[in-house]
């Protein structure tokens, strides 16, 4: 199996960054995690990011001690943290990016220790709700006793993504100075002033549903897993797998190797078993579900459904059509998360008056106009881009190319079926682990927080929008679109 078993759209170009990668070997210094149960939960979720950067990381160095405790993806119970790690890795790319002891050697060190110690490339830590990243070490104190994972969640990603940048090259934008950020408030600045929220761990999450399984759905459930709710029911729906090559295991999860051309869901089910979550899967859409007979299902949730009532929804979705079947359920609130190449965003939808809803600009798709739209691209370039654009893409090559040059094309022309199941594909865009963790995070952030006795405290400004390229975090309202088939319903 080849290194794009594990994905390769990360590789994919993208403005701001170089087009090839030159592979780091990685070096995390740890130290001793006994007990620093936020540093178990970043270096968990940083080593389970970089494992999948394939092209980008070319071995990860670790230099850990102390027992890991905390639940990791693929269930490992508590253990030798090094072991743990290296486990990990093993399980989520089969060995093409390993975890092995320092070696001297390594091009980039990442510090998490949050000791005065120098020599590193990139410092980085999180707790509670807040996360910072630096080229020095952290001039801040910082307390050890937190549980919570949603400060460290975010330290990870924005560790593996200055990874990518010094790995890609930056042509736009910054690598990481003193920069935090807070997931209660929204905002970033200086850790000493920003605000940190109340403990996660121990708190009842009320019953709800989880569309879409994928990257920033299972970075979700992840987060939600590693939380340690008191109590929680998650009705998870997807109808997808994770496909045969494998174009997004890179991003998700709690998905190992194994998991190929498995459905998503059931990596969902076996991380809700490691991890204590409560809840059932459902693998069709959302559509299916509605019509289906639910066995298993909380009894709120029963007694909601039954009044046709769906109160509380995370869209993990990136279909325009599936985000409209959702606010087409008319839920009281949406908790959404999303990337758009190096961007991650979070959205509450139904909290703030006059905000978009879910259905205001996720126009549904129209896969006719796109397709017409990629032919005529194609009709335009010239025949040797014509060829290198579809070569190895289309079952009779010479015919596709014969069609498109074609002044007056013929229904059922020779090329013509090629050409169209060329043009309808949806072309794989840019994404990389550490913004889909990033969107999770957020998103699960937000989940917390209107669902929070305290949320009344936060100026709860509905979008946070994260970019990695020049590390800004900031909070915003999208008004609503006029004409919202759902917002003007009265």
Not at 13 to 34: E, Q
Not at 287 to 302: E, K, T
Not at 381 to 401: F, I, T
Request: proline share 4%; with cysteine; aromatic share 6%.
């Amino acid at each position: 199996m080849s290194d794009l078993a594990l994905g390769d759209r990360h590789s994919r170009p993208l403005d701001g960054l170089g087009d090839i990668a030159s592979p780091k070997t990685i070096l995390i210094r740890a130290g001793d995690v006994s007990g620093a149960v936020n540093r178990q939960h970043l270096l968990v979720c940083l080593v389970n990011l970089l494992a999948r950067l394939h092209g980008v990381v070319g071995s990860i160095r670790v230099a850990v001690e102390g027992e890991m405790t905390v639940v990791t993806p693929n269930g490992a119970g508590p253990a030798n943290a090094f072991q743990a790690v290296e486990n990990l890795a093993s399980w989520a790319n089969g060995g093409r990016i390993p975890v092995l002891p320092p070696d001297g050697l390594e091009d980039l060190t990442i510090d998490m220790t949050g000791q005065m110690h120098g020599g590193a490339s990139i410092y980085v830590w999180g707790e509670g709700w807040k996360a910072w990243i630096g080229s020095a070490p952290r001039a801040f104190s910082g307390s050890f006793g937190r549980r919570d994972c949603l400060g460290p969640y975010l330290a990870a990603a924005l560790a593996a993504g200055e990874v990518f940048k010094h790995a890609k090259g930056l042509k736009k934008g910054r690598f990481a100075r003193d920069d935090a950020y807070s997931l209660w408030s929204g905002e970033s600045g200086r850790w000493e002033v920003l605000d940190d929220g109340p403990a996660v761990s121990d708190t009842h999450l009320p019953p709800l549903y989880v569309v879409g399984a994928g990257a920033v759905g299972q970075g979700i459930i992840q987060v939600l897993g590693a939380s340690e709710l008191a109590s929680s029911f998650l009705v998870t729906i997807d109808h997808d797998r994770h496909d045969l090559e494998g174009t997004n295991l890179n991003r998700c999860f709690l998905a190992g190797l194994d998991d190929l051309a498995r459905p998503k869901v059931e990596a969902v089910e076996r991380y809700r078993t490691f991890s204590g979550l409560g809840g059932l899967e459902h693998s069709g859409t959302l559509r299916d579900y509605i019509l289906s007979s639910r066995s298993g299902l909380h009894p709120q949730l029963v007694l909601a459904e039954a009044r046709d009532s769906y109160d509380l929804v995370i869209s993990a979705v990136d279909i325009n059509t599936s985000r409209q079947d959702i606010q087409g359920l008319c839920p009281r609130v949406v908790v959404g998360g999303s990337t758009d190449g190096l961007r991650a965003q979070a959205v509450i939808y139904g909290l703030v008056g006059q905000a978009e809803c879910l259905g205001c600009w996720n126009d549904p798709d129209d896969r006719k106009a796109k397709a017409a739209a990629r032919e005529a691209t194609l009709r335009g370039m010239s025949p040797e881009e014509r060829r290198k654009e579809l070569a190895g893409q289309v079952e009779n090559l010479d015919a596709a190319l014969s069609y498109l040059a074609s002044v007056e094309p013929k229904c059922g022309q020779l090329g013509e079926s090629d050409v169209k199941s060329f043009v309808d594909r949806v072309p794989p865009e840019f994404s990389a682990s550490f913004v889909s963790m990033a969107a999770a995070t957020m998103a699960a952030a937000s989940l917390f927080r209107v669902t929070s006795e305290l949320a009344l405290e936060v100026d709860l400004q509905p979008k946070t929008i994260l970019q990695f390229k020049n590390l800004s975090m900031a909070k915003t309202v999208t008004a609503r679109r006029s004409g919202c088939p759902h917002c003007s319903v009265v």
